[in-house]
């Protein structure tokens, strides 16, 4: 497996008493809030780029791959540019490398060109990719190391806010503006109609473009504290004596992370011509992207809903009872039709809500001064949303419905972590923030 991706910038340590963060953990949420956005459009751009392009849904699906290879890919460049130039440049580095991206999106719908496109999704990628290898462990370590999942779940929860909030702005301008995204049911367009489609994607990523580009100038402005470089160098020492492998959270937290999004983006993607069939709810893609809103607002709600729980009941045990109940609600999508299987299939955001923020927080719990490098590698098992390709191939070859049983088996492996996976062994102390 790769080394370390995380940098000396991200704190790797508990609760500093003397220290206020909460001004900071705001600005953060802000970008969670934008990450996830982002992130969503794809679920209406997918199905949008299938009419244009004229896609399998293996094709289709590798798109979002692209997307989530940026993960693996980007993880050690980025880490290599918070250790030198600091975690504050590098997000309003992130930031602008996003906003060069959805730039780059108006280009790939200009020519239009399906490889333009698969370049700019990962140029925006890479740049979602370096902030969240400094905010996602910041956020977990910064606070009580008891409260870890329901602080991250609070946050999350912005991000989720952003994924309500991106199916309604894709489907009105991009799906309600085009031809494909307005039509019932699969159509074949003509070129004329194809390249008309495809300019409804310049305007949305100009907004977001710009949006980007404010909110960089915003964070380079932002007083956000720095991190002391005594702990770093300590830490540098303490992690030579340990070894990642003999804590079990981690080991089979890593996997849990990676299985879990394809889970997650599998459902995503696939929502919008999932609930478009007509023995389904038989939508306009333009339509089905309104639901998508409810699956996404399912997430947010369970995130908050998740972060007051815990503040009562052990992250594993809640953890535990929402991949049951994710697993019952996939097998009621494959196994019926209508209504049942359409709401089914929304139902399961909620129970998908608490999953990436309670086993990240499960997976660094008890490292110590190994909490970077533990960070580091559970962001980039992130790039398990690659293998939603695996769900498309499954969906051309078995049917649509069919390939969510993909789905079911990922929450059986979340059960497991949950229940045993995440028990921690050979815990170590947490180090002491250092703030200046």
């Known amino acids: 497996m790769a080394g370390p991706i995380s940098s000396g910038a991200a704190p790797v340590a508990s609760h500093n008493p003397g220290t206020r963060?909460?001004?900071a953990l705001a600005l953060l949420a802000s970008l969670f809030f934008m990450w996830g956005f982002i992130t969503v459009i794809n679920n209406t751009l997918l199905p949008h780029l299938r009419s244009v392009f004229e896609l399998s849904y293996t094709q289709t699906t590798l798109i979002e791959s692209v997307w989530f290879i940026a993960y693996f890919f980007a993880s050690i460049p980025s880490a290599k540019l918070i250790e030198r130039v600091g975690y504050q440049k590098s997000?309003?580095?992130g930031l602008l490398v996003m906003a060069v991206g959805a730039l780059g999106m108006t280009v790939a719908a200009s020519?239009?060109?399906?490889?333009?496109?698969l370049v700019m999704l990962f140029v925006i990628a890479s740049g979602i990719t370096l902030l969240q290898v400094a905010a996602n462990p910041y956020v977990a370590v910064v606070g009580k190391p008891e409260t870890a999942s329901s602080r991250l779940n609070l946050v999350q929860a912005m991000n989720s806010a952003g994924t309500m909030l991106a199916p309604m702005?894709?489907?009105?301008?991009i799906l309600g503006r085009s031809k494909g995204g307005t039509a019932q049911g699969e159509v074949v367009l003509t070129q004329a109609e194809r390249l008309a489609d495809a300019q409804s994607v310049v305007l949305p990523y100009v907004i977001v473009a710009v949006v980007l580009a404010v909110l960089a100038v915003v964070i380079a402005r932002f007083p956000l504290p720095a991190m002391g470089n005594a702990t770093q160098r300590h830490n540098k020492e303490e992690r030579k004596k340990h070894s990642l492998w003999k804590h079990r959270n981690l080991v089979f937290g890593i996997p849990a992370i990676f299985i879990y999004l394809i889970a997650e983006i599998g459902v995503a993607n696939l929502f919008i011509n999932f609930v478009s069939q007509p023995q389904i709810a038989n939508l306009t893609h333009e339509q089905a992207g309104n639901y998508l809103t409810l699956l996404w607002g399912g997430m947010m709600v369970g995130r908050f809903a998740g972060s007051a729980i815990m503040q009562k009941f052990d992250a594993g045990h809640v953890l535990a009872a929402f991949s049951i109940g994710a697993f019952?609600?996939?097998?009621v999508t494959v196994f019926t039709t209508g209504p049942a299987a359409m709401w089914a299939l929304i139902l399961v955001g909620l129970f998908h809500s608490i999953m990436f923020p309670t086993i990240f927080t499960l997976g660094i719990k008890g490292l110590g001064p190994l909490t970077e490098e533990g960070s580091g590698l559970l962001i980039m098992a992130i790039a398990g949303?690659?293998?939603?390709?695996v769900q498309g191939w499954l969906a051309d070859h078995y049917g649509l419905q069919t390939s969510f049983l993909l789905?079911?088996?990922?929450?059986?492996?979340?059960?497991?972590?949950?229940?045993?996976?995440?028990?921690?062994?050979h815990a170590l102390p947490d180090q002491q923030i250092a703030a200046e």
């Open 169 to 173: 702005f894709g489907a009105y301008l």
């Open 407 to 425: 789905t079911a088996a990922c929450e059986l492996y979340i059960l497991f972590y949950a229940l045993w996976g995440s028990k921690t062994t």
């Open 91 to 93: 997000m309003v580095i």
């Open 328 to 331: 019952i609600v996939m097998l």
């Open 111 to 117: 020519i239009p060109s399906y490889g333009v496109t």
């Open 385 to 389: 949303g690659a293998l939603v390709v």
């Open 21 to 23: 963060y909460g001004p």
